[in-house]
């Protein structure tokens, strides 16, 4: 079988690839609304519907376990995560006028990256080759292949997991400006 | 009309921009941190969709593997910023990362 060469079959059936597109679509939308309105908890709903369209999406290009994994563990926890911090803060609102200097200056560098990335994209000739079927042997892979990096990956979240809820139930520490204001108090 | 490694390209593509737009413009610790999982997830959408369609090893599964190992340790930075943010929201009542600046 010829490695170089063969064609990589892009999906071409209609209703897959509309899905493909609108999902992309809606992703975009959601993940640029997140990074731009000014209500924190409004933005943290956004990020975590556009973790689910990326989860739609691995459904559609990748193995079932991926987008198990996406939909289930990483949106799950990164959301709870956000919304755990919101409920130790309370800076809903941002003070950032929307199109202050740093906006202005943050469109500028991320129009500059996606022309880069799409002309990089647009002008290579990717080689291709054949694949087998993503969807069979991922566990294996996972289990086989990879059960290092696996498990490193367990302690990493783990460590993450304890040390964030450490760090979170820590007895709160007076900041420099109650300090500073304790001591003026006490004179 | 079809969808293949361009389109996907593309969009993980754009993806990155907006976390790197997030990353530059906001001040807000919670929004940087959203910005850096989508920058992230951008280059876990790529592996993916190069092992879908073809760039990938042999093994068409490592793509996917990839983006979970890629995934765990987005989550895992996630914990660790959000923890410190916590910690500087406790010292200076803002989460604003330039909150200290007078």
Same mark, same amino acid.
């Given at each position: 079988?010829?490695?170089?060469?063969?064609?990589?079959?892009?999906?071409?059936?209609?209703?897959?690839?509309?899905?493909?597109?609108?999902?992309?679509?809606?992703?975009?939308?959601?993940?640029?609304?997140?990074?731009?309105?000014?209500?924190?908890?409004?933005?943290?709903?956004?990020?975590?519907?556009?973790?689910?369209?990326?989860?739609?999406?691995?459904?559609?290009?990748?193995?079932?376990?991926?987008?198990?994994?996406?939909?289930?563990?990483?949106?799950?926890?990164?959301?709870?995560?956000?919304?755990?911090?919101? +409920?130790?803060?309370?800076?809903?609102?941002?003070?950032?006028?929307?199109?202050? +200097?740093?906006?202005?200056?943050?469109?500028?560098?991320?129009?500059?990256?996606?022309?880069?990335?799409?002309?990089?994209?647009?002008?290579?000739?990717?080689?291709?080759?054949?694949?087998?079927?993503?969807?069979?042997?991922?566990?294996?892979?996972?289990?086989?292949?990879?059960?290092v990096g696996l498990a490193v990956v367990v302690v990493i979240?783990?460590?993450?997991?304890?040390?964030?809820?450490?760090?979170?139930?820590?007895?709160?520490?007076?900041?420099? +400006?109650?300090?500073?204001?304790?001591?003026?108090?006490?004179? | 009309?079809?969808?293949?490694?361009?389109?996907?390209?593309?969009?993980?593509?754009?993806?990155?921009?907006?976390?790197?737009?997030?990353?530059?413009?906001?001040?807000?610790?919670?929004?940087?941190?959203?910005?850096?999982?989508?920058?992230?997830?951008?280059?876990?959408? =790529?592996?993916?969709?190069?092992?879908?369609?073809?760039?990938?090893?042999?093994?068409?599964?490592?793509?996917?593997?990839?983006?979970?190992f890629?995934?765990?340790?987005?989550?895992?930075?996630?914990?660790?910023?959000?923890?410190?943010? =916590?910690?500087?929201?406790?010292?200076?009542?803002?989460?604003?990362?330039?909150?200290?600046?007078?």
């Amino acid at each position: 079988m010829p490695l170089i060469g063969a064609l990589p079959q892009p999906i071409t059936s209609a209703p897959l690839v509309i899905v493909i597109y609108a999902v992309v679509l809606l992703m975009l939308a959601s993940a640029l609304a997140s990074v731009v309105l000014r209500n924190t908890l409004y933005a943290i709903g956004a990020f975590a519907a556009t973790m689910v369209l990326v989860a739609l999406l691995y459904l559609t290009i990748a193995p079932f376990l991926l987008f198990a994994a996406q939909l289930l563990v990483f949106t799950t926890v990164s959301a709870a995560l956000l919304v755990g911090l919101l +409920r130790q803060t309370a800076g809903l609102e941002s003070t950032q006028e929307p199109f202050s +200097r740093e906006w202005i200056v943050g469109a500028a560098v991320a129009a500059a990256l996606l022309a880069l990335l799409i002309v990089v994209i647009a002008t290579t000739s990717w080689p291709i080759r054949a694949t087998t079927n993503a969807a069979t042997g991922f566990g294996a892979t996972l289990t086989n292949t990879y059960v290092v990096g696996l498990a490193v990956v367990v302690v990493i979240l783990a460590s993450a997991a304890l040390g964030s809820g450490l760090l979170l139930a820590a007895p709160t520490l007076p900041s420099g +400006r109650e300090r500073d204001r304790a001591r003026g108090s006490r004179r | 009309m079809n969808a293949g490694l361009n389109l996907i390209l593309a969009a993980s593509a754009a993806l990155f921009a907006v976390g790197a737009f997030a990353v530059i413009a906001r001040r807000s610790a919670v929004l940087m941190l959203i910005g850096t999982q989508f920058m992230f997830i951008a280059g876990c959408v =790529a592996f993916v969709a190069f092992a879908r369609f073809g760039l990938g090893a042999g093994n068409a599964t490592s793509g996917a593997a990839v983006a979970i190992f890629a995934g765990a340790t987005a989550v895992a930075e996630l914990a660790v910023g959000l923890a410190m943010a =916590a910690l500087i929201y406790r010292e200076h009542r803002s989460l604003a990362i330039d909150a200290d600046r007078g």
